[in-house]
């Protein structure tokens, strides 16, 4: 951090717009290692960016969930998976079938299985 501008670092930290702007234009390896000096900042003076210009720690705005849209789509989804798994029982059932019948008749025949 002492290599870097302090003032700059802790704007950063804070989520400032225009210093956010300036960091774009550096190269990678220096954005990095800003990146590790604003969360070492962050986290020793106990810092949350007040806007979302370079904000890890916002939460994303909730939106309205429709609670019996939320109970059909479930309902739909359980519906189908317990279709696909009678129609895997039913295919591994007549599989089963198969090798019993292709079993026997080698046996009848007097053929090794």
Partial sequence: MSEFN???IKALAHGDTEAHEQLK???LTV???LGTAIDQLRRDENIIPMNGGMSIYEQKK???VD????GKALAERIQREKDAKELQERIRGEQMEKEVRYKV???RAGLPY
């Fill in 31 to 33: 954005r990095m290692a």
């Fill in 25 to 27: 234009s550096l190269p």
């Fill in 6 to 8: 302090p003032e700059f």
């Fill in 67 to 70: 609670d019996d849209e939320v």
């Fill in 62 to 64: 909730s939106s309205y």
């Fill in 105 to 107: 008749s080698r046996a």
